[in-house]
């Protein structure tokens, strides 16, 4: 079926979100999240996930939900004092297993660093979730 307004309504859509570029970059970031939600929630009451929930990110310790049976090289890192900021997390995004070898999170790096920034964004703003 076509639809005659269809090409209106559709710019109608997205004018107001090309209108708020700081809204845009939030949402872009909660885009690249969702794939990390098959593993990762951002409400530490939700369990059940192959992965630690990830509320509080930045600045929180390194391999620190305490109700998460992490990996030697990840508790290793906690043990050690390390915390999570932004460039560290950004970092880690580009290629997680080169900082942490023999971490037990399957996924690739994200490779695109807009997209990467985004994501940090998105994990350091409680506001934009
Ligand atoms: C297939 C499941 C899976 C996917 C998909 C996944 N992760 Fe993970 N992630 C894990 C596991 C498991 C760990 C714990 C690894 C360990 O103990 O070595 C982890 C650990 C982490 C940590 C460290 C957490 C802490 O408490 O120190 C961060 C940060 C993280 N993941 C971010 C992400 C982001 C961002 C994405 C999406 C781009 C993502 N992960 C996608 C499974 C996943």
């Not at 710019?11 to 999240?33: C, I, M, N």
């Not at 930045?58 to 460039?87: E, N, Q």
């Not at 807009?114 to 409680?126: I, K, M, Y």
């Amino acid at each position: 079926m076509r639809l005659p307004g269809a090409r209106f309504f559709v710019a109608f859509l997205l004018l107001p979100a090309l209108a708020s570029a700081p809204a845009a970059a939030e949402d872009a970031g909660a885009r690249h999240f969702a794939p990390c939600r098959a593993c990762h929630s951002l409400d530490p009451a939700e369990r059940g996930l192959p992965g630690p929930h990830l509320n509080g990110l930045i600045g929180r310790s390194i391999g620190g939900d305490p109700a998460f049976d992490y990996s030697p090289v990840l508790r290793k890192a906690r043990d050690d004092g390390l915390r999570w900021d932004v460039s560290r997390l950004d970092s880690f995004l580009a290629d997680p297993a080169a900082m942490f070898p023999g971490l037990w999170m399957s996924m690739r790096g994200v490779e695109d660093a807009t997209e990467r920034q985004a994501l940090v964004r998105f994990l350091a703003n409680p506001a934009s979730r």
